[in-house]
């Protein structure tokens, strides 16, 4: 295997590196509209409270989510991230998952370029498995954002976990990611451990990543629900779990066709009795045929 990478690299020629007309949607990757908000609102609220930290990225990928997080950083903050990107795996179940993955798109310079088209400077780079993050290198309670989203093999999650909890603040947030896809099961056993038998407390579920902390959950859930979010289009649910209350957050769906009628003829249809409701819709069909008739007499 060979010895881990690790750079905290300034930009030497930017005008090279940086892809043309690259957008922010448009770098590859699995991170998606509910999440990239639920990260902003948290990270702005954070710093508009004063609380002050670096931000820690296990599994970049391609840049996607770093690049947001690169966006939060305060004077005096450091965004680390965490990823083999095109080294060996250290052992052959992870390499598998690699192959399997992301062997054929995964690189540093390709990271490297994405995070340089939207930030001056490169985060502070460890080319390497995130076990060996385990050694201290993060100073303890020196993060107040932590994203996990490297191996979802069980064991590698479980000790991401542990990385997360040595890193984080008082009141910093972790989120995992997929942390309930049918294809993961090793990141769901792992995180749902750390939630049972070690004080992790559910603040946010979305989709696809679990938000958690150490700290104070319901003052994490305070902040989250301080945002209207249904006025976005997002549903906001809630649940217990073991006597916890748990945010659920996910983008609203689009009504179906048959339940976008114009206001007016919503009124009309819901105050007319039932006899001539039946007769309106039937009239209302009778056109639509007819209409659809003509278009195809028309280009016929």
Same mark, same amino acid.
Request: glycine share 8%.
């Given at each position: 295997?060979?010895?881990?990478?690790?750079a905290?690299?300034?930009?030497?020629?930017?005008?090279?590196a940086?892809?043309?007309?690259?957008t922010?949607d448009?770098?590859p990757?699995?991170?998606?509209?509910v999440?990239?908000?639920?990260?902003g609102?948290?990270?702005?609220?954070?710093?508009?409270?004063?609380?002050?930290?670096?931000?820690?990225?296990?599994?970049?990928y391609l840049?996607?989510?770093a690049?947001?997080l690169?966006?939060?950083?305060?004077?005096?903050e450091?965004?680390?991230v965490?990823?083999?990107?095109d080294?060996e795996?250290g052992?052959?179940?992870?390499?598998?998952e690699?192959?399997?993955?992301?062997?054929?798109?995964?690189?540093?310079?390709?990271?490297?370029?994405?995070?340089?088209?939207?930030h001056?400077?490169?985060?502070?780079i460890?080319?390497?498995?995130?076990?060996?993050?385990?050694?201290?290198?993060?100073?303890?309670?020196?993060?107040?954002?932590v994203?996990?989203?490297?191996?979802?093999?069980?064991?590698?999650v479980?000790g991401?976990?542990?990385?997360?909890?040595?890193?984080?603040?008082?009141?910093?947030?972790?989120?995992?990611?997929?942390y309930?896809?049918?294809?993961?099961?090793?990141?769901s056993?792992?995180v749902?451990?750390?939630?049972?038998t070690?004080?992790?407390?559910?603040?946010?579920?979305?989709?696809?990543?679990?938000?958690?902390?150490?700290?104070?959950?319901? !003052? *994490?859930?305070r #902040? @989250?629900?301080?945002?209207?979010? %249904?006025?976005? &289009?997002?549903? =906001?649910?809630e649940d217990?779990?073991?006597g916890?209350?748990?945010?659920?957050l996910?983008?609203?769906k689009?009504?179906?066709?048959?339940q976008?009628?114009?206001?007016?003829?919503?009124?009309a249809l819901?105050?007319l009795p039932?006899?001539a409701?039946? !007769? *309106?819709r039937? #009239? @209302?069909?009778e056109?639509?045929? %007819?209409r659809? &008739?003509q278009? =195809?007499?028309?280009?016929g």
């Amino acid at each position: 295997m060979p010895a881990p990478l690790e750079a905290a690299v300034p930009v030497a020629d930017t005008e090279t590196a940086r892809p043309a007309r690259l957008t922010r949607d448009g770098i590859p990757g699995w991170f998606f509209k509910v999440d990239q908000e639920a990260f902003g609102h948290f990270l702005t609220a954070q710093s508009a409270g004063g609380r002050t930290g670096d931000i820690l990225e296990l599994g970049t990928y391609l840049g996607r989510s770093a690049v947001l997080l690169g966006d939060h950083l305060r004077p005096g903050e450091q965004l680390t991230v965490c990823d083999l990107f095109d080294s060996e795996a250290g052992d052959a179940d992870n390499a598998a998952e690699m192959a399997m993955s992301y062997r054929k798109t995964l690189t540093r310079t390709a990271f490297e370029a994405n995070y340089l088209t939207f930030h001056d400077e490169l985060p502070v780079i460890v080319q390497a498995p995130t076990s060996v993050l385990a050694d201290g290198r993060i100073p303890a309670g020196s993060c107040r954002f932590v994203h996990i989203d490297a191996s979802h093999l069980y064991e590698h999650v479980a000790g991401d976990i542990e990385v997360a909890r040595a890193a984080l603040a008082e009141d910093g947030l972790v989120a995992l990611d997929d942390y309930r896809s049918e294809h993961t099961p090793g990141v769901s056993a792992a995180v749902w451990q750390a939630v049972f038998t070690g004080g992790l407390r559910p603040v946010l579920l979305t989709p696809m990543k679990f938000y958690g902390t150490w700290g104070d959950a319901e !003052a *994490a859930q305070r #902040v @989250l629900l301080s945002r209207d979010w %249904r006025a976005e &289009g997002f549903t =906001v649910d809630e649940d217990t779990i073991a006597g916890a209350r748990v945010v659920r957050l996910n983008k609203a769906k689009p009504a179906p066709a048959a339940q976008r009628r114009s206001a007016p003829r919503r009124l009309a249809l819901d105050l007319l009795p039932p006899v001539a409701t039946r !007769a *309106a819709r039937r #009239v @209302l069909r009778e056109l639509r045929g %007819r209409r659809a &008739g003509q278009q =195809v007499r028309a280009t016929g």
